[in-house]
């Protein structure tokens, strides 16, 4: 999907335009093309390469809207050397930009079918582009449900969002949170345990899943539970990255290069080695 | 109102239980409902029932001294609430709070010992099945303790 390039290591430069504080740590920046290019097409699942100039690149999915390809924006936790400094950049500053790369959330093969999101923490900004292209579409899909879990209410992303998901009569939505507060009249509890009684009908349904591994791990067992295969299952994973570009092998899993191969994987592919360490 | 022997083979809790069995348990239930942050039972309260939920929605609750109650799951249509009517000394080690009007079957846990006492193969019946909820809560309640959103640098 990304154009050729002469230099595809060289990362152009990208004006953060907007920035928003999702939760303490995390915050959802949009970005604007600083020379030549007006938009920069992506499918929902992939992830661009972000450089903070001076300190390292990192890869950040897209979580923006694929539909409407005008900025890129990208939600990012705040957890190390890079995160910490971009966390840090304000409006108008200007970060690298490479990609987009790696594969794409299924979402024309689930036309005609139910989807069911799964999403736990950050994973949630890797699917918010299938959701917003999903309702882009409502028509063409069944049921759709999104099951989405965090560690606290205020660590909940897309708040608003969720607000006005969860009141379409399309779409359920079912947010938990690991801990409560005393204002929280929402679900406590894991996101795996919503499967059992989301709708949708498993002989006709496609699973989106991407979170922390253990909770991606407890969510098939939940799915398959409920009679889903492996083949109806796909999964977003995070290996760390170095070139993007299948090169040099950082990201490894299995047989597969998470970079190019993946991020998103049909689960059947990736069966024998998810969940292992050191694939 | 539907009688018992209609409503129980409904839950997914009793799917697979013989006629004779869920009959036998049907004599201990009763229809029982609760408004919106009524106390269906508190912490130290002797537990002399369990309930099955089929509508609404309940918080289960522990009492923290300096951070007051603390929901530790939420629990919804078709889940099972509450198992210390099993086992001694039988009582509550937290509290239960309906969150909205919830409407439950309620099982008499004497009644149900007394039956399952008498009738083994009722008792491995609901033990099977109860040991299954507890598993599955033992196994939730691990994942929120590994705090799997955390960033653990
Ligand atoms: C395909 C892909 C998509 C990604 N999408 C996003 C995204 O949309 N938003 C986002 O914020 N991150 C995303 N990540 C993760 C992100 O790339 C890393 O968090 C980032 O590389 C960390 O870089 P750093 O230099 O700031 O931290 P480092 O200095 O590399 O790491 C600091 C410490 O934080 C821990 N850590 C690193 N990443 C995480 C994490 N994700 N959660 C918890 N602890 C972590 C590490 O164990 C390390 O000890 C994605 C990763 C991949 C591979
Ligand atoms: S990041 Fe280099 S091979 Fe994938």
């Given at each position: 999907?990304?154009?050729?390039?002469?230099?595809?290591?060289?990362?152009?430069?990208?004006?953060?335009?907007?920035?928003?504080?999702?939760?303490?740590?995390?915050?959802?920046?949009?970005?604007?093309?600083?020379?030549?290019e007006?938009?920069?097409?992506?499918?929902?699942g992939?992830f661009?390469?972000?450089?903070?100039?001076g300190?390292?690149?990192v890869?950040?999915?897209?979580?923006?809207?694929?539909?409407?390809?005008?900025?890129?924006v990208?939600?990012?936790?705040?957890?190390?050397?890079?995160?910490?400094?971009?966390?840090?950049?304000?409006?108008?500053?200007?970060?690298?930009v490479?990609?987009?790369f790696?594969?794409?959330?299924p979402?024309?093969?689930?036309?005609?079918?139910?989807?069911?999101?799964?999403?736990?923490?950050?994973?949630?900004?890797?699917?918010?582009?299938?959701?917003?292209?999903?309702?882009?579409?409502?028509?063409?899909?069944?049921?759709?449900?999104?099951?989405?879990?965090?560690?606290?209410?205020?660590?909940?992303?897309?708040?608003?969002e969720?607000?006005?998901?969860?009141?379409?009569?399309?779409?359920?939505?079912?947010?938990?949170?690991?801990r409560?507060?005393?204002a929280w009249?929402?679900?406590?509890?894991?996101v795996?345990?919503?499967?059992?009684?989301?709708?949708?009908?498993?002989?006709?349904?496609?699973?989106?899943v991407?979170?922390?591994?253990?909770?991606?791990?407890?969510?098939?067992?939940?799915?398959?539970?409920?009679?889903?295969?492996?083949?109806?299952?796909?999964?977003?994973l995070?290996?760390?990255?170095?070139?993007?570009?299948?090169f040099?092998?950082?990201?490894?899993?299995?047989?597969?290069?998470?970079?190019?191969?993946g991020?998103?994987?049909?689960?059947?592919?990736?069966?024998?080695?998810?969940?292992?360490?050191?694939? | 109102?539907?009688?018992?022997?209609?409503l129980?083979?409904?839950?997914?809790?009793?799917?697979?239980?013989?006629?004779?069995?869920?009959?036998?348990?049907?004599?201990?239930?009763?229809?029982?409902?609760?408004?919106?942050?009524?106390?269906?039972?508190?912490?130290?309260e002797?537990?002399?029932?369990?309930?099955?939920?089929?509508?609404?929605?309940?918080?289960?609750?522990?009492?923290?001294?300096?951070?007051?109650?603390?929901?530790?799951?939420t629990?919804?249509?078709g889940?099972?609430l509450?198992?210390?009517?099993?086992?001694?000394?039988?009582?509550?080690?937290?509290?239960?709070?309906?969150?909205?009007?919830?409407?439950?079957?309620?099982?008499?846990?004497?009644?149900?010992?007394?039956?399952a006492?008498?009738?083994?193969?009722?008792?491995?019946?609901l033990?099977?099945?109860?040991?299954?909820?507890?598993?599955?809560?033992l196994?939730?309640?691990?994942?929120?303790?590994?705090?799997?959103?955390?960033?653990?640098?």
């Amino acid at each position: 999907m990304s154009a050729i390039r002469a230099n595809p290591m060289a990362p152009d430069p990208w004006r953060i335009e907007r920035i928003r504080r999702e939760t303490p740590d995390t915050f959802t920046m949009e970005l604007g093309p600083v020379v030549g290019e007006t938009t920069r097409p992506f499918a929902a699942g992939q992830f661009n390469m972000l450089y903070v100039f001076g300190v390292g690149e990192v890869p950040i999915s897209i979580s923006g809207d694929p539909t409407r390809g005008t900025s890129l924006v990208h939600t990012v936790r705040a957890v190390g050397a890079v995160t910490r400094v971009m966390c840090a950049l304000k409006r108008h500053d200007v970060l690298g930009v490479r990609g987009p790369f790696g594969s794409q959330w299924p979402l024309r093969e689930a036309e005609g079918l139910d989807v069911v999101m799964v999403a736990g923490g950050l994973g949630l900004a890797p699917l918010r582009p299938a959701i917003y292209q999903i309702l882009a579409r409502r028509t063409q899909y069944g049921r759709v449900a999104l099951l989405y879990g965090a560690r606290t209410p205020a660590d909940l992303l897309y708040r608003r969002e969720l607000y006005r998901w969860g009141a379409r009569a399309d779409m359920d939505v079912q947010v938990t949170v690991d801990r409560g507060d005393n204002a929280w009249r929402g679900n406590v509890g894991v996101v795996p345990r919503f499967i059992a009684t989301a709708q949708f009908d498993p002989l006709d349904t496609m699973a989106l899943v991407c979170g922390p591994e253990i909770m991606m791990h407890f969510t098939l067992l939940e799915l398959q539970k409920r009679g889903l295969t492996a083949e109806q299952i796909f999964l977003s994973l995070e290996r760390n990255m170095k070139c993007a570009l299948g090169f040099c092998g950082h990201c490894q899993f299995g047989p597969f290069f998470e970079c190019k191969d993946g991020p998103v994987f049909r689960y059947d592919t990736i069966q024998r080695w998810f969940g292992k360490r050191e694939v | 109102m539907r009688g018992f022997d209609a409503l129980l083979p409904e839950q997914v809790f009793f799917q697979g239980m013989s006629p004779h069995a869920l009959d036998t348990i049907a004599g201990c239930a009763s229809n029982v409902r609760f408004a919106a942050d009524e106390w269906i039972f508190q912490e130290g309260e002797d537990a002399s029932r369990f309930y099955l939920l089929r509508h609404g929605k309940v918080a289960l609750k522990a009492f923290v001294p300096g951070r007051g109650e603390v929901t530790i799951q939420t629990i919804e249509a078709g889940d099972v609430l509450g198992w210390s009517w099993l086992f001694p000394p039988y009582q509550w080690h937290f509290g239960a709070r309906a969150l909205e009007l919830t409407r439950v079957i309620a099982f008499d846990g004497a009644c149900l010992r007394m039956k399952a006492e008498a009738d083994h193969d009722l008792g491995y019946e609901l033990l099977k099945r109860f040991s299954q909820t507890i598993i599955e809560r033992l196994q939730a309640t691990r994942l929120q303790l590994l705090d799997v959103y955390g960033v653990h640098a």
